[in-house]
């Protein structure tokens, strides 16, 4: 009987370390699963930046030159999803799409070391003009400088680029220094790129590269003054308007831009002048934005727009715009614009016999 209770005692005090082992086990393996998922999350407050916003709309036009009449319809310009992720010090990886078109808008990676410096890989705004590399979820334009939209190949309005949203795939370095004033700011930023010199998401079709580069002022603290140049070649993605060259063919794509910015007090002031040069087409724009805060939560927006396509042929059209900017919360927003788009009686070109037209704009903006 001592020998039976002697075993039996021990077969419990074994299965009593077994349990007490795989508890323990088992503890030690919700602890790291526990580590784990702090350490990640950790990272992600840390680490990782996540933002977006969407734009709806609806215009309405007198004549649209797509429909040959009036035309009015409802948008759904863009759904942006933003993130920007910093793994370590001085690196940063950064990625944006279109959700409403499953389209990929930027994807880079980018080391700064110091703030005079930093160099970039990868597809982003190439640093042509200053509102071509405005964020839209900012720009006070609904539908943008049309004079930008065409020289810097953003909307597709030059149908021989194509709509590249002024983003192409390419290596930059750029940088800001020589600090100066009580504000501490910088008195020169500069960037200078070289670019497969196609749309974005697009594949390089020439064995040739383009050459973007910026230099900005700031002398005081409430003026910078911006200028770009870009030297490039395209293929023509469709037959040129007037004639000069054949879709596929590569031309000679050269652009440069002057402009400012001014702030004071509760105005703001935009204004560039550029040119373009397509083969032997020479084409023009200006525009001039005028922002005035009526509240903290109203904007009164005024802007003049010029685009002549063609030089020589008089191809021009001239957007005059008044609108109000409601800023009902943070990134969100609501605009509503009047455009008057005065078109040249002279075009021999794209304008030719096209009436001048009225259009009413308005845009939705929620974001986070």
């Not at 911006?226 to 030297?231: D, L």
Request: glycine share 8%; hydrophobic share 40%; aromatic share 12%.
């Amino acid at each position: 009987m001592h020998l039976k209770a002697t075993i039996l005692t021990l077969i419990l005090t074994a299965a009593a370390a077994c349990i007490s082992s795989s508890a323990a086990t088992d503890t030690l393996s919700t602890v790291t699963d526990d580590r784990k998922d702090s350490k990640l999350i950790r990272f992600l407050s840390e680490k990782v930046s996540v933002s977006g916003y969407a734009q709806a709309g609806y215009l309405y036009d007198t004549y649209d030159m797509a429909h040959d009449g009036a035309f009015n319809k409802f948008n759904l310009y863009r759904a942006m999803i933003i993130a920007d992720i910093k793994p370590i010090r001085h690196l940063d990886l950064y990625f944006m799409a279109d959700v409403s078109k499953f389209k990929l808008h930027e994807l880079f990676v980018r080391y700064r070391p110091v703030d005079a410096f930093y160099i970039r890989l990868g597809q982003y705004k190439t640093p042509f003009t200053i509102e071509s590399n405005m964020s839209p979820s900012v720009l006070e334009i609904i539908k943008g400088a049309q004079a930008v939209q065409y020289l810097a190949g953003i909307d597709g309005s030059d149908v021989c680029f194509g709509a590249g949203a002024g983003r192409d795939l390419g290596l930059e370095v750029g940088g800001a220094f020589l600090k100066i004033g009580k504000d501490n700011r910088n008195l020169i930023e500069y960037r200078v790129g070289v670019f497969s010199g196609e749309p974005s998401n697009t594949a390089e079709t020439n064995n040739r590269k383009d050459v973007v580069a910026s230099l900005a002022l700031r002398p005081v603290s409430f003026l910078k003054v911006h200028g770009s140049v870009y030297f490039g070649e395209g293929t023509a993605k469709a037959d040129s308007p007037y004639g000069t060259f054949k879709a596929g063919e590569t031309y000679r794509r050269d652009r440069w831009s002057a402009g400012l910015e001014m702030e004071a007090g509760p105005m703001y002031l935009r204004s560039e002048y550029m040119e373009g040069l397509d083969a032997s087409v020479r084409s023009r724009g200006a525009y001039a934005t005028l922002v005035g805060s009526a509240t903290h939560f109203l904007d009164i927006v005024a802007s003049v727009d010029y685009l002549d396509r063609n030089i020589a042929l008089s191809d021009w059209q001239c957007s005059y715009i008044f609108g109000l900017q409601w800023n009902f919360y943070r990134k969100c927003r609501l605009q509503a614009q009047y455009v008057y788009q005065q078109r040249s009686s002279n075009s021999q070109g794209v304008f030719s016999g096209i009436p001048s037209s009225h259009m009413i704009i308005t845009q939705l903006q929620v974001g986070f």
